[in-house]
Structure formats: C-alpha cells, structure tokens
C-alpha cells in the first residue's frame, strides 16, 4: 500500500494597499479564491486577490459589461511557480454580486510585470 504524503499548505493571501473592501467581504473573496484555485487543483502558496466582485472586463483596453457575469479577479502562485516569473491570472464567477460560490472559473497562465 502506498503511502499517502498529508501536511499543511500554508497560504498568503495579499489584497492591494488602500483597498476598502470589508472584513466580511475579504473573508468570502478567500473563500472564493480558494475554490478558483482548487478548479484548476491549484495548491497555491500564495493568493494576490485583486479585486471585489465585479461584472466588467477589457477588452482591447475598453471596460465592458462581461459576458460571463460577476467575478472575481485572482492571481495565484503555486510551489513551483515561487521561483520562475509567472502565475496563474483566474476569474472565480459567481450567481450576482452578493453570492460567493463559484460557478465557473477561468484560469491564464500570465507572465509577471
């Protein structure tokens, strides 16, 4: 029988400086954020939560309405991803703009600025 290797996945999560998000509503963005993660079976290390609950996107530098509905935006870095210059960019979608679980998520694998 094999042996099954268990620990603890330690995470950072980061919100920009001078955001004013909630305590309440950064609480339910991790959640969210983890449940992004784990679409993908992601163990990140570190979780950069970069906006609130939105409904828009860009498209070539024009703010639109997003067709997929409210999100979340995420950028996150797994063990192996620590040490090179590039991360995973997700958008964690929900129900509305009140609801936290996930519906479908969208992930890039984006090159670090």
Not at 17 to 30: D, E, F, G, P
Not at 38 to 50: C, E, F, G, N, S
Not at 88 to 101: L, P
């Amino acid at each position: 029988m094999a042996a099954v290797q268990e620990g603890v996945n330690f995470v950072r999560i980061f919100f920009y400086a001078k955001n004013t998000i909630s305590a309440k509503r950064k609480k339910a963005l991790v959640a969210l954020a983890y449940q992004t993660a784990r679409d993908q079976l992601l163990a990140p290390k570190k979780i950069l939560i970069r906006s609130d609950l939105h409904g828009t996107t860009s498209i070539k530098g024009r703010r639109i309405k997003d067709p997929k509905g409210w999100h979340g935006t995420f950028a996150f870095k797994s063990e192996d991803q620590l040490l090179r210059q590039y991360h995973v960019a997700s958008h964690g979608y929900t129900n509305s703009k009140e609801e936290y679980i996930l519906q479908e998520a969208t992930h890039t694998l984006s090159a670090c600025i």
